[in-house]
């Protein structure tokens, strides 16, 4: 590291900056999470970045994705290596709160393993509030039936809303799912299934697959329908929908402390892997 004494501006970032967040992201050494190009071609709408700059250089960056509104992730972050980091973040960080405060964000979560940005979150008032754990299995094994009398459909546009409230009433508000992307979902590949008892819609499914690899992605049953079967069968439903592509390996993840899917998932077959990772959060003030 070596001083500069060019003065430090700090800025939201635009479409035109999306090169330097991805160079910098791949270069310096304290860097962390991921940056798409899709992601960053929605700089300014669905994701937001702050800029750190010395003269002309961009020497620091946080990038968000805002699609889930009110709560944001942090979806990456990097300082440049000459940089001291513990100085920039003081810059960076206050920055980005208010960037994200403007844009109607309460929450900001961030789910990694990058040591330094760990440790730097922790000290700007992020907790460890669940670790996310990922399973993976193949496309034989063992198999559920489910409940016999729940009809499993692809969802329909007109069937986005009642989607939206099985999530809402599924998953605490960090791990909502966001209505742009059940819209996504159910324009491409994805395939967005929904489960009816008695024609009252009662869950839904979630799942994708490029080349070999698929992903069920969502799952979830309204809490007074559960343990009725009623997740095996949307499970198994999606291990169908995949098995008729080419996929050949399954992926998931879950919150450290949802026993209830975990059960479920290693039922299925599905062997746990990698590392959990921490899963952090910050409640935004004002
Ligand atoms: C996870 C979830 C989809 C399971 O749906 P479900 O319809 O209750 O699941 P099933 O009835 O098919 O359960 C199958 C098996 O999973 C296990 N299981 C399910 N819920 C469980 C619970 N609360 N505690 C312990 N084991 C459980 C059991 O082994 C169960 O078999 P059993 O009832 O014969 O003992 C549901 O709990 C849910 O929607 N949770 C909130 C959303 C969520 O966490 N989604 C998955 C994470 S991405």
Same mark, same amino acid.
């Given at each position: 590291m070596h001083e500069t004494t060019q003065e430090l501006t700090i800025r939201a970032a635009t479409r035109s900056d999306r090169l330097a967040i991805c160079t910098l992201l791949q270069q310096a050494w304290h860097s962390g999470g991921t940056a798409r190009w899709d992601q960053l071609d929605a700089l300014e709408a669905d994701c937001g970045a702050v800029l750190v700059c010395r003269g002309t250089q961009t020497v620091g960056f946080c990038l968000f994705d805002l699609r889930a509104a009110p709560v944001a992730r942090l979806s990456a972050a990097a300082i440049a290596d000459r940089e001291n980091v513990g100085s920039i973040w003081k810059e960076l960080w206050p920055a980005s709160e208010q960037h994200l405060r403007e844009r109607g964000i309460r929450f900001v979560h961030y789910i990694g393993e990058a040591p330094w940005l760990l440790e730097v979150l922790q000290e700007h008032?992020? /907790? /460890?509030?669940n670790t996310l754990i990922s399973y993976e299995r193949t496309l034989e094994g063992p198999e559920l039936s489910g409940h016999p009398h729940v009809r499993v459909r692809p969802a329909r546009p007109e069937d986005l809303s009642t989607v939206e409230q099985i999530d809402a009433a599924s998953f605490p508000l960090l791990w909502r799912y966001p209505r742009a992307m059940l819209e996504a979902a159910l324009r491409s590949n994805p395939h967005l299934a929904i489960a009816e008892l008695d024609r009252r819609p009662v869950g839904y499914a979630l799942s994708t697959f490029e080349g070999e690899e698929g992903q069920v992605v969502r799952l979830a049953v309204l809490p007074e329908y559960r343990r009725q079967a009623i997740g095996s069968r949307l499970l198994m439903e999606a291990l169908s929908h995949l098995r008729r592509g080419r996929v050949r390996r399954l992926s998931l993840n879950t919150q450290g402390d949802n026993t209830a899917a975990q059960k479920l998932y290693e039922r299925f077959g599905f062997r746990r892997i990698g590392d959990e990772l921490p899963v952090l959060e910050k409640a935004l003030e004002g």
């Open positions: 008032g992020f /907790q /460890q509030v």
